[in-house]
C-alpha cells in the first residue's frame, strides 16, 4: 500500500509560480509510475503530467507543455511538478497519484494510488 501526500499549493497570481511537491511512503517507490492530475470545479479529473520510473520520460498534457515540468527523487521518494506561467484556468485541485508499473499512463484509470490533493488558486 503506497501513501501519497501533497504539498505546495496555494493561491498566485496569474504568470506566477508554484511548486507542488508529492511525498510517498509505504512502498518501493522507483516501481512505480507517477502522475499528476488536476480537477477543476464542475469537470472531470484530467491529467496534467507524467514521469515514468527512473525520471528518464516524462509525458505533459497540451495545456501545460512547456510551463510545466515534473520531476522525480527516488532517493527521497519524492515527486515533484514546478508550475511556471500560471493562468486562471490552471485552478483546481492538483493530485498525486502512483500505478504500479515503468512507464507513463495519462488515464486516472491506470492509477492504482492517489492522494488526497492541493488547491492551486490563480487569481487574474
Known amino acids: 500500500q503506497v501513501q501519497l501526500v501533497e504539498s505546495g499549493g496555494g493561491l498566485v497570481q496569474a504568470g506566477g509560480s508554484l511548486r507542488l511537491s508529492c511525498a510517498a511512503s509505504?512502498?518501493?517507490?522507483?516501481?512505480?509510475?507517477m502522475g499528476w492530475f488536476r480537477q477543476a470545479p464542475g469537470k472531470e479529473r484530467e491529467f496534467v503530467a507524467g514521469?515514468?520510473?527512473?525520471?528518464?520520460?516524462?509525458r505533459y498534457a497540451d495545456s501545460v507543455k512547456g510551463r510545466f515540468t515534473i520531476s522525480r527523487d527516488n532517493a527521497k521518494n519524492t515527486v515533484a511538478l514546478q508550475m511556471n506561467s500560471l493562468k486562471p484556468e490552471d485552478t483546481g485541485v492538483y493530485y498525486c497519484?502512483?500505478?504500479?508499473?515503468?512507464?507513463?499512463?495519462?488515464?486516472?484509470?491506470?492509477?492504482?494510488?492517489w492522494g488526497q490533493g492541493t488547491q492551486v488558486t490563480v487569481s487574474s
Open positions: 497519484a502512483a500505478y504500479a508499473g515503468l512507464y507513463v499512463r495519462i488515464e486516472t484509470s491506470d492509477y492504482d494510488y
Open positions: 509505504g512502498g518501493t517507490f522507483s516501481s512505480y509510475g
Open positions: 514521469i515514468n520510473w527512473s525520471g528518464g520520460f516524462t
